[in-house]
């Protein structure tokens, strides 16, 4: 199966004989299907803040930064934005040459709304001597498409997203990666001024971002009397999982076997290898214009504030219970805060004396902590927040994908279905041990929540390993709150069209 040329090519790649056996058992295993308690909702699981608290935890966070505390903001943005344009790549590749789904007449009624429209209009003067207005006019529609995607033209169908004009502005255009040069401006500073940024991107990418930045960067460090701090990391070769065609045997591309990207839960290594104490995490498509990012910032604050006054904390009772010198009430109060404020229980606690209590105390307290902005469900795709049961016999907070949810279940599909709210990838997270140490993230991580997908090659069939989800199992063993946080922070452009909508269009001047 695995022969002497291919035990060469896994070495060059970091990747261990045991990690390839590993994984083609899991293809032949499986992955197991989650055992879920209930949905969580404001009424269980979910912090719904009052004005007052708002305002308490925006005041804790900014305490916390003028301690002089290291902050980053770590932003996933090497997915390419050809899933974007995959209506219009289907158009492209269609018999007819006249707009006809809902979905082509939505993009071409309305194409002037685009802030790349200017830039495009541009590029088809240049090489066809004609403008949009009049290619539409003529029934000329694809030469648009073409050179909206294609090389020749804005190459759109080729680029990340956060190299893609996302919003128009009066004084100019701004692509989505530098919407997050202003976010991180308004909520991410250090004491200092500084400003951390860390964007992983592929390979193929890197010098592109590279370039945009250096032009923008002073800019916006004039701007907002910031100096930024701007940093790049690429999914490491090493968490590339194996494909197998569908008797579970290694697939071969001219004799080679084939890796693919292990997922989004890969950049669990990248996350692991910044040291900073507090990290924000977004997706590079989550961005809005100037006009409404107040509530973003606002919530960003609150957010960090509730994460920095459950980990003092956690810290303080850590130190308590390592001591040794506690009371039984003292060890009642910590179990009371691990089952209320964490929201982790487990029922056999009743059955153990103090020594043992103390020690599943520090084992559920002492782990990286994360607060996840939780939306409103209103249909959009995304994890949804559960109690879930663990390896252990826990049930605590988790954000669950349908993949992860055994659907012949009726009532696991009643609760996913019933769900109040939605992740929308709106983290901030707690790197660091009472000790001033810095966990190492992948000792939280659960392996048994990857799962299995169908995919092709060259027009074959395989199967695809996927690592378990950065804000799902990679996470798993960490502790988890959920705090409710307005519809308007969730903003994301997973269609060219999304940007149409007016959350991404210029504030209306009356």
């Not at 991107?201 to 460090?221: C, M």
């Not at 100096?227 to 197998?244: G, H």
Request: hydrophobic residues 35%; aromatic residues 10%; proline residues 4%.
């Amino acid at each position: 199966m695995i022969n002497t040329q291919d035990e060469i090519f896994l070495r060059n790649k970091g990747i261990s004989m045991h990690t390839v056996n590993k994984q083609l058992d899991q293809f032949k295993s499986g992955f197991p299907l989650l055992k879920i308690s209930r949905a969580a909702s404001v009424d269980d699981g979910i912090l719904q803040l009052t004005e007052s608290e708002i305002k308490h935890y925006q005041e804790i966070w900014n305490n916390y930064v003028n301690n002089k505390h290291r902050i980053s903001k770590f932003v996933p943005a090497s997915g390419a934005a050809s899933r974007m344009f995959k209506d219009l790549f289907e158009f492209l590749d269609a018999s007819y040459d006249v707009p006809q789904s809902q979905f082509e007449l939505e993009f071409f009624d309305n194409i002037e709304r685009f802030s790349f429209y200017t830039t495009l209009n541009a590029i088809l003067l240049k090489y066809l001597y004609k403008d949009i207005p009049t290619l539409k006019k003529e029934g000329q529609f694809k030469p648009i498409i073409q050179y909206l995607l294609n090389e020749e033209g804005l190459n759109y169908g080729q680029l990340p997203k956060g190299l893609l004009l996302f919003h128009r502005y009066e004084d100019g255009v701004r692509t989505a990666i530098e919407e997050h040069l202003v976010e991180g401006g308004q909520y991410a500073k250090m004491h200092d001024a500084v400003v951390n940024l860390h964007f992983t991107v592929s390979g193929e990418h890197k010098e592109l971002f590279e370039a945009l930045l250096d032009r923008l960067v002073p800019k916006y460090a004039e701007k907002f009397q910031v100096s930024y701090n701007i940093s790049f990391s690429e999914q490491k070769s090493n968490t590339d999982t194996i494909a197998v065609d569908l008797e579970n045997q290694p697939f071969r591309v001219d004799g080679e076997i084939l890796f693919r990207p292990g997922g989004h839960g890969a950049l669990i290594e990248n996350l692991n290898d910044l040291r900073s104490e507090v990290v924000f995490i977004k997706n590079i498509d989550n961005v809005v214009p100037d006009h409404l990012k107040p509530a973003t910032q606002v919530y960003k604050q609150v957010i960090a504030g509730v994460l920095v006054e459950l980990q003092q904390q956690i810290f303080s009772y850590l130190e308590l219970l390592e001591s040794g010198k506690y009371t039984h009430e003292q060890v009642l109060e910590v179990l009371q805060f691990t089952q209320k404020s964490l929201h982790c229980k487990n029922p056999e606690t009743k059955d153990l004396d103090d020594s043992e209590l103390v020690i599943y105390l520090i084992s559920k307290l002492n782990r990286p902590i994360r607060v996840c902005g939780m939306v409103m469900n209103v249909g959009e795709p995304g994890g949804g927040p559960f109690f879930a049961y663990n390896s252990d016999g826990t049930v605590s907070l988790q954000i669950l994908e349908s993949s992860q949810i055994d659907m012949n279940n009726v009532d696991y599909v009643r609760m996913f279905n019933e769900g109040t709210h939605f992740n929308p990838v709106d983290l901030v997270c707690g790197l660091y041990n009472y000790k001033g140490d810095k966990f190492d993230l992948q000792k939280f991580v659960d392996p048994k929540t990857g799962f299995i997908s169908l995919k092709s090659k060259n027009g074959e069939p395989l199967k695809a390993l996927e690592l378990p989800g950065l804000w799902n199992g990679a996470m798993s063993d960490w502790n988890t709150i959920f705090v409710e946080v307005p519809l308007a922070t969730f903003n994301p452009v997973k269609t060219v069209n999304d940007l149409q909508r007016k959350e991404h269009q210029p504030e209306v001047r009356l």
